[in-house]
């Protein structure tokens, strides 16, 4: 043990309980606007970055950019290991940025939690570009290409974090591979073997797709026969990825467990809060609607 991991996981369990909660999504998504759902975020975390007048876009935008504000200020409490797995965790905002580097949009301001950022954003040839960093070549230079490979190499080094990890990574990629096979219908890089096995590029189905998932990826596509049920899937997975953040989060330990817990769900908080000033846009929803998305 030593003072980083001490000082760490104090700030990572302080920030987690500041998160706005379930009740305060509610009341946003019940919202009749969105001018007003932004003005029920003034007493939140999430007033760093989300101002009256934004557009749905800006605010939505703005709120994770707040939660990439908490991931770098953690990593600065910690020692070199918990900065790297943040690192790792982080790698979402950069192929976020890539995104929007491809399509237009805003970018996040990664700073330490960059993996190759700097050299992409201004790189002339993207592909050439991701080949020679970290993310390796995506093996086209189309969108999707780019998106899947990113997403593939993003899946296995959150896995390789901890065991904690390991699932979310795992169940994250076999929903990611059955909505682009089976809900899109495109072709897929066969995946990687160690997080959803060998044997799933040979199903036929949806169903089939699931049962051949190993234990640690299967969890996330239980029960899931169809395409159109895949949403309800996608909820399964971040409602477990909360659990277990705050499952890290109790107790006493001074390790990485808690920072992961923490970071699970202030991540799980944002989503939340993204999804409730989206309905808040459309006019606002009774509880039981913004239950029932988020179920």
């Known amino acids: 043990m030593t003072a980083a991991w001490v000082a760490g996981t104090t700030r990572a369990r302080a920030l987690a309980r500041r998160c706005a909660g379930p009740d305060v999504a509610r009341r946003v998504a019940s919202s009749p606007a969105l001018e007003g759902a932004l003005a029920r975020l003034d007493a939140t975390p999430y007033r760093r970055g989300v101002r009256p007048g934004q557009s749905l876009v800006e605010a939505q935008h703005a709120l994770l950019g707040t939660l990439l504000w908490q991931v770098r200020v953690l990593a600065g409490w910690l020692p070199g290991t918990g900065a790297a797995a943040l690192r790792a965790l982080a790698g979402w905002f950069e ?28 790189a002339p040839d993207l592909r050439r570009a991701l080949a020679a960093s970290p993310w390796g070549d995506p093996g086209g230079d189309d969108a999707r290409s780019i998106q899947l490979r990113m997403r593939t190499q993003w899946a296995r080094r ?19 591979v059955a909505r682009e096979r089976f809900a899109e219908e495109h072709p897929v890089p066969e995946p990687p073997a160690d997080l959803v096995g060998s044997r799933t590029v040979r199903a036929g189905d949806l169903a089939e797709f699931g049962r051949r998932l190993p234990d640690h990826a299967a969890w996330a596509l239980r029960g899931v ?71």
């Open 95 to 122: 192929i976020a940025n890539v995104d929007a580097l491809m399509s237009g949009g805003p970018f996040f301001e990664l700073g330490t939690m960059a993996t190759a950022w700097s050299d992409l954003r201004n």
């Open 158 to 176: 959150v896995a390789a974090i901890s065991p904690d990890t390991r699932p979310w990574a795992a169940g994250a990629l076999a929903l990611l």
């Open 225 to 295: 026969r169809h395409p159109a049920d895949l949403w309800a899937a996608e909820a399964r997975w971040w409602s477990r990825l909360e659990r277990d953040g705050l499952a890290l989060l109790a107790g006493a330990r001074l390790d990485l467990g808690p920072v992961l817990g923490a970071v699970a769900v202030l991540a799980a908080d944002a989503r939340r809060v993204r999804a409730a000033l989206e309905l808040a846009s459309r006019g606002g929803h009774p509880r039981e609607a913004f239950d029932a998305v988020m179920a």
